[in-house]
C-alpha cells in the first residue's frame, strides 16, 4: 500500500526564516509526486510536480527537491502570505492504479 | 477559465437526511475526482471517472454513498442515509489525462447534526 508521511506536522517560522518540509514516501513505483498548498476553508492549490530523482522546481519562495525516498520543499526567506498547509501526494507508476495518496500535511505559520 | 466549481459551498443537515453535492469540472478535462477531508484521516479519494464512466470506487465507504457523471460537466454525490460520521469538507477534482495534475475546487463543508 503507498503510503506518504509528512513531518513536521506543523512549523513556526520568523518572518525570513529559512526552513524545509520533508515528505516521505512508500510506493512500488513513482509517477509523480505533487505539492499542494492549502489555504484554510480553500481547496488544495497545485505548486509543483516532480517526476524523477534528482529533478527540482522553484516558483518564488519555494523550491521543490526530490530523491527515491522523499521530497523536500523548501522556502527561503518566508513571508507570513505563505502561512498554510503544505500538501505532499503521490501517483504510482504500473498497472491501471492512478490515484493520488496524500501525506498528512505540515501546517506552516510564519510570524511577522 | 473557471476553476472546479462546487455546491453548496456549505451544507448542515440532520442526520438521516440524503444531501447531494455538486460538481462542475474544468472544461476539457476528462477526469474527475472526489475527496473526503477530515482532521483524522486526511485526503482520501472516494471515487474517480474518466470521460463519465466510473473508474475506481473503491474508496467510497459505504452504500450510502453514490456517485454519478451523467455528463462530461456535471456530477453530483449523493449520501443517503447521512449519519454524523460523515462531516467533513468534500472536494472535486478535475484533470486533463490520468497521470496529470489535478485541480481541486473550493470544497463543501458538510454537518451532520
Known amino acids: 500500500e503507498d503510503q506518504v508521511t509528512q513531518s513536521p506536522e506543523a512549523l513556526r517560522l520568523q518572518e525570513g526564516e529559512s526552513s524545509s518540509l520533508n515528505c516521505s514516501y512508500t510506493v512500488s513505483g513513482l509517477r509523480g509526486l505533487f505539492w499542494y498548498r492549502q489555504d484554510p476553508g480553500k481547496g488544495p492549490e497545485f505548486l509543483f510536480t516532480l517526476y524523477s530523482a534528482g529533478e527540482e522546481k522553484e516558483k518564488e519562495r519555494l523550491k521543490a527537491t526530490l530523491t527515491k525516498k522523499e521530497s523536500f520543499l523548501h522556502i527561503t526567506a518566508p513571508k507570513p502570505e505563505d502561512s498554510a498547509t503544505y500538501l505532499c501526494a503521490v501517483l504510482p507508476s504500473g498497472g491501471s492504479n492512478y490515484k493520488l495518496t496524500f501525506g498528512k500535511g505540515t501546517l506552516l505559520t510564519v510570524n511577522p | 477559465d473557471a476553476g472546479v466549481i462546487q455546491s453548496p459551498r456549505h451544507e448542515v443537515t440532520e442526520m438521516g437526511q440524503e444531501v447531494t453535492l455538486r460538481c462542475k469540472p474544468i472544461s476539457g478535462h476528462d477526469y474527475l475526482f472526489w475527496y473526503r477531508q477530515t482532521m483524522m484521516r486526511g485526503l482520501e479519494l472516494l471515487i474517480y471517472f474518466n470521460n463519465n464512466v466510473p473508474i475506481d470506487d473503491s474508496g467510497m465507504p459505504e452504500d450510502r454513498f453514490s456517485a454519478k457523471m451523467p455528463n462530461a460537466s456535471f456530477s453530483t454525490l449523493k449520501i443517503q442515509p447521512s449519519e454524523p460520521r460523515d462531516s467533513a469538507v468534500y472536494f472535486c477534482?478535475?484533470?486533463?489525462?490520468?497521470?496529470?495534475?489535478?485541480?481541486f475546487g473550493p470544497g463543501t463543508r458538510l454537518l451532520v447534526l
Open positions: 477534482a478535475s484533470s486533463r489525462g490520468r497521470s496529470e495534475t489535478q485541480y
